[in-house]
């Protein structure tokens, strides 16, 4: 028996809290025997004795009691993390120690893991930017968006009342951005700006990094104010960085500003598809009773600050309820609708998303099947080095822990290398991105993204080391070494989990190839779907008519800058309107009530501003009618511009699903639909045409976008033009652009779009995601190919004994051979089931992404079939040709 206080002396292990305990209390009291002894010896009595050495403890038995054996535990605790952390640091040295010795397999799994993990990485960091936290700033996951139609005599009102009695809601801004500045002299400098509200930078939570940001007072309306801020990059390029910026002035739309401040780098406006603005302006929320074209809600963007712990959700039901409780308003019947950042991806967008990170995740999961398999069979290889281990008195967890130990390291190895590996991809993904994912270029591997890499590298340690682990703490001593003096093979179990494995393998790679097939059939579907007009040889562009030198000469600017454009050479069509597949998506439209009564009302349409020679430039077919007359384009009786024509236009699918038994020609519409704005009801433009449809791929499907065709207003702000070449529309653009630069040296051009361009675009999402999905599916198949020749290789070298033994009865080498090959087509035949019926469930997740082909597309099912199968056979007969050169008499002396 250990005497008390020896096992705390020299740190023995104490592997109970009850022990710990005991060992305490018997501590305490020899100390207090011996101690009594000792004042019995000096001469004095057992009950004197007893009384001092208790008196000398310092406090009663009961607290010292408690006080050691609180040390105790608090030793006992230490000492087991010491412990702990000293077996883990041996088992990760002996970890090091074995993938030095198999080098070649080293490699092929940390390699392995490395392309795993990197993409698993670079697709979340994707998912992180789009659907988890898509605005990178200090209160993004708060900022939303207030969407609804505002009348300009209310927006005020409306806005103060938000203000004032909301819950949800803790602050309001409103941003807009234009492209364009004007110096002194009238030239263009084409750098972006920006109108917003004082509210907008607290409400981001970002300050300028020199000066101050702008306070109520400085809201002023369109064209009125007086100061300014600058973004670091413009205070770098025009200043030098100097620190005496403030007070200084910058120029913008002809007016002078003053310098008070400059903003973070990179700043800009959530969402916005425009460079980050280098000259911010302060201006009212409200539009200015002008009608200035700088006022910020009505066609700008509103941002809203969502308290701590409120929802999206909950404050479209407040912001709802406000607008109903206004007294005699107009939009009491409106329907408001906050919107987070990740609200605005459209259904394809948001699905394309989900189903490159489900695409990944499997692949990791094929990963780990692989790995699994791996350190199985290297686990087999070592079962006598366990089993001598195990008669040393290693106990099995401690077997099993060491495995645990040495997948965890090659994964994290992986986890280390897949980081680069991300950041290749994510340059990769940046580049192949759609348009509709532009503000995908600054995506980066944050911190966020690191702590993601860092848990799946642990999980898929975890994941592909358990069987190992499992399978080397299971095997007792006596079986290992029974079944090396009888010479057997593997063990049944160990057999099936390695070919459930590689089944699994096989049917998600066969799952992957499925989805990237069709894929590839929907992309060359696009290619030649029906557009409804000709792409080849148009070009777009939009001219900015909102400063002060153009607000009351707009027509005579348009009429100029057609005219100019049709002297061109090459040029034969100039229209105003955008490019066809594109429209002002607003308001809803109303049918005049039919002879029993009925009246259609269509919420949201696409609205098209045209000039007359629009459909002849585009190539769009009049179907039936005619085209709209200019004349008709007059003022109301009230003296006020109209906003749409008298006469319009709509597409087929307007006609099929408002009259579908009768001609639209002659029927009357109202856009928008009756509301009493202001004292003013819109008037009823009759319908004089029908065209054909326009459909584009990136809104591919059987159903083409309802469409109504309105002559352009006098007003209208921006002016969008499509010119028509009898060249290549790529090569026509820049020359179109300079020239409409030069009526007028304060006009601003957006960048131009070709109609090549603008088809490529269009395909550009189905491109994107059948590129990588396709990239992983292959990816997917190489390592299930490498699996099962893994699987096959290993077989052959455990059945040695066996095969020698055939061969030596008579058995042709071939013949052998082919019983290899046919168990490795045997596991690939399961899978290639399996994995059909799996990808028959999963494709469907893709049909909103497919054109012109089924989720369950008996073509693409089979081709993809033939080729896994085709790649099972090569990754078989490779290891089987080991067959043939195996001796029997070798084979049989060596037993």
């Given amino acids: ?352 998303v989900q189903v490159l990170f489900a695409a990944v995740g499997a692949l990791l999961l094929i990963a780990c099947a692989n790995l699994a398999n791996l350190l199985l069979a290297r686990g087999w290889a070592r079962q006598r080095e366990f089993a001598i281990r195990g008669a040393l008195g290693a106990g099995r967890a401690r077997i099993g822990r060491q495995v645990l130990t040495e997948s965890l390291s090659l994964a994290l190895t992986g986890g280390v290398l897949g980081v680069g590996v991300a950041w290749l991809a994510l340059r990769l993904i940046i580049a192949m991105r759609p348009p509709a994912l532009d503000h995908l270029s600054d995506v980066q591997l944050e911190p966020t993204i690191l702590l993601w890499t860092l848990g799946i590298s642990i999980t898929t340690g975890i994941l592909f080391g358990c069987a190992p682990a499992l399978l080397a703490g299971a095997q007792s001593t006596g079986d290992v070494l029974r079944r090396e003096t009888l010479g057997g093979s593997t063990g049944i179990t160990a057999r099936r989990v390695r070919s459930t494995l590689i089944v699994m393998e096989i049917a998600a790679s066969l799952v992957l190839l499925t989805g990237s097939g069709l894929l590839v059939r929907s992309f060359a579907a696009l290619q030649r779907m029906p557009l409804g007009f000709e792409p080849r040889g148009l070009v777009h562009a939009t001219v900015l008519l909102g400063g002060q030198k153009f607000r009351d000469r707009k027509v005579e600017f348009r009429d100029a800058i057609i005219e100019r454009l049709r002297t061109l050479p090459g040029v034969t069509g100039v229209a105003v309107g955008v490019m066809p597949g594109k429209a002002y998506i607003g308001g809803g439209l109303e049918t005049e009530a039919d002879s029993t009564g009925q009246r259609a009302n269509v919420p949201l349409i696409g609205t098209v501003f045209i000039s007359p020679d629009y459909f002849r430039v585009t190539r769009i077919a009049l179907v039936e009618g005619r085209l709209p007359d200019p004349a008709t384009m007059t003022a109301d009786g009230k003296g006020r511009a109209l906003a749409y024509s008298p006469e319009v236009l709509v597409n087929r699918e307007v006609a099929r699903r408002l009259w579908p038994n009768r001609s639209a020609i002659g029927e009357r519409v109202r856009i928008p639909p009756d509301l009493d704005r202001g004292g003013r009801v819109d008037p009823w433009s009759t319908v004089v045409g029908v065209v054909d449809d326009t459909r584009m791929p990136e809104v591919h499907g059987d159903v083409a976008a309802m469409q109504v065709y309105s002559l352009v207003p006098p007003k209208l702000g921006d002016m969008p033009i499509v010119v028509r070449t009898n060249g290549s529309g790529d090569i026509a653009a820049p020359m179109i652009k300079r020239t409409i630069a030069s009526v007028h040296p304060a006009l601003y051009v957006r960048p131009t779009l070709s109609g090549d361009t603008y088809l490529r675009d269009g395909l550009a999402p189905t491109r994107f995601a059948m590129a990588l999905i396709t990239s992983f599916g292959v990816l997917a198949l190489v390592l299930s190919a490498v699996g099962l020749y893994g699987v096959i290789a290993y077989s052959v070298t455990q059945r040695r004994r066996e095969i020698g033994v055939r061969v030596a009865l008579g058995a042709e080498p071939s013949a052998v051979v082919g019983i290899v090959v046919g168990d490795g087509l045997r596991l690939a035949g399961v899978g290639v089931v399996i994995g059909a019926a799996l990808a028959a469930a999963a494709t469907r997740v893709l049909e909103a992404m497919l054109y012109g082909v089924s989720p369950t597309d008996p073509v693409t099912f089979a081709a993809v079939a033939v080729v896994v199968a085709a790649v099972a056979l090569v990754a078989s007969y490779v290891p089987a040709r080991r067959v043939l050169r195996i001796d029997p008499a070798e084979t049989l002396r060596a037993d």
């Fill in 1 to 352: 028996m250990i005497r008390p206080g020896v096992r705390r002396l020299f740190g023995l292990p104490l592997r109970t809290g009850e022990q710990v305990r005991s060992d305490a209390d018997a501590e305490l009291d020899a100390f207090l025997e011996e101690r009594i002894e000792h004042l019995v010896q000096r001469g004095m009595t057992p009950e004197a004795a007893r009384a001092e050495a208790m008196r000398r403890l310092g406090a009663s038995m009961d607290d010292t009691r408690t006080a050691l054996r609180a040390s105790a535990r608090r030793r006992e605790g230490r000492k087991r993390i010491r412990d702990v952390m000293q077996e883990f640091a041996a088992d990760v040295r002996f970890a090091w120690r074995q993938s030095a010795k198999t080098p070649g397999f080293t490699a092929v799994a940390v390699l392995t893991l490395a392309l795993s993990i990197g993409a698993n990485t670079a697709i979340f960091s994707v998912v992180h930017r789009l659907l988890l936290a898509p605005l990178p700033y200090p209160n993004g996951n708060r900022i939303v968006m207030p969407k609804m139609p505002f009348a300009d005599a209310e927006r005020a009102e409306l806005l103060a009342a938000w203000q004032a009695r909301t819950q949800t809601v803790m602050n309001i801004a409103g941003a807009s951005e234009d492209m364009f500045s004007l110096r002194a002299d009238g030239t263009v400098d084409t750098i972006p700006s920006a109108t917003i509200s004082a509210s907008f930078l607290p409400l981001l939570g970002v300050r300028p990094i020199v000066g101050r940001e702008f306070v109520r007072a400085e809201e002023l309306p369109d064209g009125q104010a007086t100061v300014a801020m600058i973004s670091q990059s413009l205070w770098q390029r025009a200043y030098n960085g100097r620190a005496d910026i403030l007070g200084k002035t910058v120029s913008l739309d002809g007016r002078p500003l003053t310098i008070v401040g400059v903003t973070p780098a990179g700043l800009s406006i959530p969402l916005a598809r425009t460079p980050p603005p280098d000259i911010w302006v302060p201006a009212r929320m409200e539009r200015a009773s002008a009608g200035g074209s700088g006022s910020l809600i009505g066609g700008p963007t509103m941002f809203a600050l969502l308290r701590p712990g409120a929802s999206a959700e909950a404050a479209s039901v407040e912001l709802q309820s406000v607008v109903a409780s206004l007294p005699d308003s107009a939009e009491r019947s409106a329907v408001v609708r906050v919107m987070r950042a990740q609200d605005f991806l459209t259904a394809r967008e948001r699905r394309a």
